[in-house]
C-alpha cells in the first residue's frame, strides 16, 4: 500500500518557521515528483511547492517563494518543506503528495497526483 504521512504542522507565530517533513512507506521517492499543496479554510487547495525525482528541481507558488524551500532525501524516503516568515496567511492544512506534476506560480497543479497524504494542520496567529 502506498502511503504518505505528514508531521511537523503546529501552532507558530507570525514571523516563526516551521518544518514539514513527509515521509513515504510502500514506495519509494525516487521515481516521482513530490509537492507540497494546502487547503486553508473556505479556499480551494493550492500548490505550494514540488520537487523532481532526478535533479531536485524545485518550483514554488509566487506567495510563498522566498520563504519555503522544499528538499529530499531519497535515502530517507522523507521531503521537508521548510517554511520560513511565516504570515496568517499561511494558515492551512498541508498536504503532500506523489506523482508527475507541477506546481505552476499561480499555485496551480498540472499533471497528476497519485498518492496524497492525510494532511498536517499549520497554523500562524500570535
Known amino acids: 500500500q502506498l502511503q504518505l504521512v505528514e508531521s511537523g504542522g503546529g501552532l507558530v507565530q507570525p514571523g516563526g518557521s516551521l518544518r514539514l517533513s513527509c515521509g513515504a512507506s510502500?514506495?519509494?521517492?525516487?521515481?516521482?515528483?513530490i509537492g507540497w499543496f494546502r487547503q486553508a479554510p473556505g479556499k480551494e487547495r493550492e500548490g505550494v511547492s514540488c520537487?523532481?525525482?532526478?535533479?531536485?528541481?524545485?518550483s514554488y507558488a509566487d506567495s510563498v517563494k522566498g520563504r519555503f524551500t522544499i528538499s529530499r532525501d531519497n535515502t530517507k524516503k522523507t521531503v521537508y518543506l521548510q517554511m520560513n516568515s511565516l504570515k496568517p496567511e499561511d494558515t492551512a492544512v498541508y498536504y503532500c503528495?506523489?506523482?508527475?506534476?507541477?506546481?505552476?506560480?499561480?499555485?496551480?497543479?498540472?499533471?497528476?497526483?497519485?498518492?496524497w497524504g492525510q494532511g498536517t494542520l499549520v497554523t500562524v496567529s500570535s
Open positions: 510502500g514506495f519509494t521517492l525516487d521515481s516521482y515528483i
Open positions: 503528495a506523489a506523482g508527475d506534476f507541477e506546481v505552476k506560480p499561480n499555485g496551480e497543479l498540472e499533471g497528476y497526483v497519485e498518492v
Open positions: 520537487i523532481s525525482s532526478t535533479y531536485g528541481s524545485t
